[in-house]
Nanobody, 126 residues
Framework: QVQLVESGGGSVQAGGSLKLSCVTS????????LAWFRQSPGQEREAVAS???????RYSESVDGRFTISKDNAENTLYLEMNDLKPEDTAMYYC????????????????????WGQGTQVTVSS
């Protein structure tokens, strides 16, 4: 069965860095569309970054220039490197996957992704 397991979250001060990992299993990793979403208490779930099977990447405006999404097809692992973290980045971060080709303009829609990890908490203090 499909499994996505995130790790790497934690507590940092503003300006710090973290690197999230998502180890996956149970599906053909290299052909899936993958993404990171986040959600804070009382806030809407929002997409952070997505990466298509061929490598096309999309970032939300709020993280563009600070976060980097990448994947290792040999290790079936998705990453999110986060630099210059801000208190507003505090959230639960989720790794998500879709077996279908997700067009670029739909890649930030949560309903495009049937598979979700359990999440890893990121807390940024000022």
């Amino acid at each position: 069965q499909v499994q996505l397991v995130e790790s790497g979250g934690g507590s940092v001060q503003a300006g710090g860095s973290l690197k999230l990992s998502c180890v996956t299993s149970g599906f053909l990793f290299r052909v899936y569309t993958l993404a990171w979403f986040r959600q804070s208490p009382g806030q809407e779930r929002e997409a952070v970054a997505s990466i298509a099977r061929e490598g096309t990447i999309r970032y939300s405006e709020s993280v563009d220039g600070r976060f980097t999404i990448s994947k290792d097809n040999a290790e079936n692992t998705l990453y999110l490197e986060m630099n210059d973290l801000k208190p507003e980045d505090t959230a639960m971060y989720y790794c998500v996957a879709s077996p279908q080709l997700v067009l670029y303009w739909y890649s930030f829609q949560a309903d495009q992704y049937p598979f979700w990890g359990q999440g890893t908490q990121v807390t940024v203090s000022s």
